[in-house]
Structure formats: C-alpha cells, structure tokens
C-alpha cells in the first residue's frame, strides 16, 4: 500500500522532499530482493484465453486504427499478463 501511495504521489507531484523520504535505499533494495524469490505462474487456460482475446482485439482494431485512435499492441499483452501473475501472487 505504501509503495502504491508513493508511485501514485510521485507521478503526481513530481519528487519532493516527502516522497523520497518514505523509502530509503535499505528498504526498496529489501523490497526488491524479497520480490525476486515470486515466480507467479497463471494457468494454461487463461494464457490461452489471454491470447485468444488479444488476437481478436487485433483483428478488430487492423481495419479501423487511424491517426489517434487506441489499437492493442504486444505491450497491451504483456501487461494484463504481469497484472494476471500480480493477481495470483496476492490470492
């Protein structure tokens, strides 16, 4: 929850002085070694539906993208797949 608060305050704000005070070099490379010991895995069918979902959102936006119009990309892919692995690790 902290570090949440503290990305969304940054983002936000800019750095300042009490957003850079709550997390201490100590802390984030803790947070950070901690982390890396997770290996979230998500099941094979909702890598498959994932997918499959991610390829018909393609075919759909192919005809229609013009200038300043959303269309899906591999990032798009990538970061429900991360927020799926988040997801399972917090369950």
Do not use: W
Request: with cysteine; charged share 30%.
């Amino acid at each position: 929850m902290m570090l949440a608060n503290h990305i969304g305050y940054v983002h936000k704000n800019g750095l300042s002085e009490k957003a850079s005070s709550e997390f201490n070099t100590k802390f984030l490379r803790t947070y950070i070694a901690l982390s890396k010991e997770f290996e979230p895995k998500i099941s094979e069918d909702l890598t498959s539906m994932l997918i499959e979902r991610y390829i018909q959102r393609r075919k759909i936006y192919a005809d229609k993208v013009k200038e300043g119009d959303r269309y899906i990309t591999t990032r798009n892919l990538l970061a429900l797949i991360r927020l799926c692995q988040a997801r399972v690790t917090i369950l």
